[in-house]
């Protein structure tokens, strides 16, 4: 019996460290040169921004901050149980940096109606050929007249 269990033993451990041979990351390991702080387009923390204002309850996070193509989005989802929601968010938004850039929203790709609708706030991602999100710190979303004179919402640098 003694003659089998060693040998088995050794094939049970072999076979145990083979399958749990992952690799974790270790503290050493170099950063990638995509995840560097300098990066501007990936500056901007992608928490959600929430407005109770009036009757409707805005929640807005944006979705490619970190990597801008040709536009800017939001995702946006509005709450309500007496209003309707038929407006065009794009008429009234627009985004800002500290940097001194001012561009109105050029879509707002939701459904209009009802009191529960979710939808895309959409942004252009450049200026005469210039990133909006180059040197800027701090961006702003400010909606106007939508039950509310205004609803501002930030994002900063992490």
């Not at 001194?100 to 109606?113: E, F, I, K, N």
């Not at 106007?144 to 004179?149: K, S, T």
């Amino acid at each position: 019996m003694k003659r089998f269990l060693i040998p088995s033993l050794l094939i049970l451990t072999l076979i145990l460290a083979a399958c749990s041979a992952t690799r974790s990351p270790l503290l050493s390991d170099p950063v990638p040169a995509s995840a560097s702080s300098s990066d501007s387009a990936s500056q901007f923390d992608s928490a959600m921004r929430t407005d109770g204002q009036g009757a409707i309850i805005f929640e807005v996070t944006p979705l490619n901050l970190d990597a801008p193509a040709g536009t800017l989005e939001f995702d946006i989802v509005l709450t309500t149980h007496s209003i309707e929601l038929s407006m065009d968010l794009a008429a009234t938004a627009t985004l800002t940096t500290e940097t001194g850039v001012t561009v109105q929203a050029t879509l707002w790709d939701a459904p209009r109606g009802g009191h529960h609708v979710e939808g895309k706030l959409i942004f252009p991602a450049s200026v005469d050929g210039k990133s909006i999100l180059e040197g800027a710190t701090k961006l702003t979303i400010t909606i106007l007249n939508v039950d509310a004179p205004s609803r501002v919402f930030e994002w900063g640098a992490q």
